[in-house]
């Protein structure tokens, strides 16, 4: 009789353990996916930071270009480009560093062809005023405003195909847009 107890404790001790590891194991997965969700709503607001910031940096440009245009005088324009290429610098490493899981990568990816497309626009047209001054023909900024007006249509068109994708990924992954 003392065996079968013994059998039967060490039964028991073995499903104790069984659900120890099942149970250790539960926890872990379910942690896991609260990881997985920061993931997420790391990588949508990253997204979202950097956008609606460049955005704002974006549209100031243009206003300094006007005034510029107005006034003769392009000498803003120079500190504002450096710090806008600064910025898609920084923000291209911090894309790059995000995780990429089955969900975020195409996201991720078009992101990082946007801001490599806006660091091309920032420092080959944008640049290019900077050179400019009171003598510079009407003609001439006519020209290279062209360029400039044929990019704010394509960025106009993809930042809002990113917006659209970013709203989708929020509902996609339950995250709350604040």
Request: hydrophobic share 35%; glycine share 4%.
């Amino acid at each position: 009789m003392k065996n079968n107890k013994s059998g039967l404790q060490n039964y028991f001790i073995h499903v104790g353990r069984v659900i120890m590891i099942l149970a250790i194991g539960a926890t872990l997965l379910s942690s896991c996916d609260i990881y997985t969700t920061r993931e997420k709503q790391e990588t949508y607001y990253q997204i979202s930071k950097i956008n609606d910031s460049l955005d704002r940096e974006t549209k100031e440009w243009h206003h300094l270009l006007e005034v510029a245009i107005k006034t003769k005088n392009y000498s803003a324009l120079m500190p504002y480009r450096t710090n806008m290429g600064r910025f898609l610098s920084e923000s291209r490493e911090r894309i790059g560093k995000l995780k990429v899981n089955p969900n975020s990568g195409n996201l991720i990816d078009s992101e990082e062809v946007y801001l490599e497309h806006q660091a091309d626009v920032v420092s080959e047209l944008y640049s290019v005023f900077e050179a400019y001054n009171e003598e510079t023909p009407p003609l001439t900024i006519e020209e290279q405003l062209k360029p400039i007006a044929n990019d704010m249509n394509y960025e106009s068109t993809y930042f809002n195909a990113l917006k659209k994708s970013l709203a989708y990924f929020a509902r996609r992954n339950k995250i709350k847009i604040k």
